[in-house]
């Protein structure tokens, strides 16, 4: 009889821990959501006075409230509140009661600490240009900031974060697209100069967002 032939049995080389560690994502702790958000929140409401101080307006329902308070004997708080209202309806439809619950909260607080500036700074006399980029570059930090902790400020962001999860757009552009539509209605209440400023400002803003809030970029986002 012919000799048998051993099957030769490959041998592959150990895996070690590092390659076998699965990167996971490390959920945010109650306390680090609550400093997360009041931080958000406060450098937004503090770059939405910067533009408040000097007429210029943004996208979103943050543009879509200022508008309405400088031609509005209501304070730009208020508006905020009651404009981003049917929005959390379709963050609980869409999304989830947490976030949805969370974003009220987000609204509330910027709502809240919009008059505080107003009382501290009095009134600021800033050249238009550096109110619109300084101003939008604090409200798109501190809208990472709020994203990043599973909120929102309503609005347009609650739209473009639903498509950026559903249809992979990023939540930039989305947002930006929309701001557009803001931005031409300031037509009617500001200058045409102010109007242009304040496009350069959305696309600051929105620049900021789409160049650092990527789907897939962070775990678990």
Same mark, same amino acid.
């Not at 869409?94 to 709502?111: G, Q, T």
């Given at each position: 009889?012919?000799?048998?032939?051993?099957?030769?049995?490959?041998?592959?080389?150990?895996?070690?821990?590092? @390659?076998?560690?699965?990167?996971?994502?490390?959920?945010?702790?109650?306390? @680090?959501?609550?400093?997360?958000?009041?931080?958000?929140?406060?450098?937004?409401? +503090?770059?939405?006075?910067?533009?408040?101080?000097?007429?210029?307006?943004?996208?979103?329902?943050?543009? +879509?409230?200022?508008?309405?308070?400088?031609?509005?004997?209501?304070p730009f708080g208020v508006l905020f509140l009651v404009v981003n209202l049917p929005f959390m309806a379709l963050a609980v439809a869409k999304k989830d009661r947490r976030f949805a619950v969370r974003s009220l909260l987000s609204i509330a607080l910027v709502s809240a600490f919009a008059p505080l500036h107003a009382q501290l700074f009095g009134a600021l006399h800033l050249p238009?240009?550096?109110?619109?980029?300084?101003?939008?570059?604090?409200?798109?930090?501190?809208?990472?900031?709020?994203?990043?902790?599973?909120?929102?400020?309503?609005?347009?962001?609650?739209?473009?974060?639903?498509?950026? @999860? !559903?249809?992979?757009? !990023?939540?930039?552009?989305?947002?930006?697209?929309?701001?557009?539509?803001?931005?031409?209605?300031?037509?009617?209440?500001?200058?045409?100069?102010?109007?242009?400023?304040?496009?350069?400002?959305?696309?600051?803003?929105?620049?900021?967002?789409?160049?650092?809030? !990527?789907?897939?970029?962070?775990?678990?986002?």
């Amino acid at each position: 009889m012919p000799a048998q032939t051993a099957t030769p049995i490959p041998v592959t080389a150990p895996t070690s821990a590092a @390659e076998t560690r699965q990167p996971t994502a490390v959920p945010h702790t109650r306390t @680090e959501d609550v400093l997360g958000l009041l931080t958000g929140t406060f450098v937004v409401s +503090l770059g939405l006075h910067l533009l408040k101080s000097s007429q210029i307006v943004t996208g979103g329902t943050a543009g +879509l409230s200022l508008l309405l308070s400088y031609g509005l004997p209501v304070p730009f708080g208020v508006l905020f509140l009651v404009v981003n209202l049917p929005f959390m309806a379709l963050a609980v439809a869409k999304k989830d009661r947490r976030f949805a619950v969370r974003s009220l909260l987000s609204i509330a607080l910027v709502s809240a600490f919009a008059p505080l500036h107003a009382q501290l700074f009095g009134a600021l006399h800033l050249p238009q240009v550096y109110a619109a980029v300084s101003g939008n570059l604090l409200i798109g930090i501190g809208l990472l900031i709020v994203f990043r902790h599973d909120s929102s400020l309503g609005g347009f962001n609650v739209v473009a974060l639903i498509a950026q @999860e !559903r249809l992979r757009w !990023r939540a930039g552009y989305v947002q930006m697209g929309l701001d557009v539509l803001v931005i031409v209605a300031a037509l009617l209440v500001v200058s045409p100069i102010a109007v242009l400023i304040s496009a350069l400002g959305a696309v600051v803003l929105n620049g900021v967002l789409a160049l650092n809030h !990527r789907p897939g970029r962070y775990l678990g986002a």
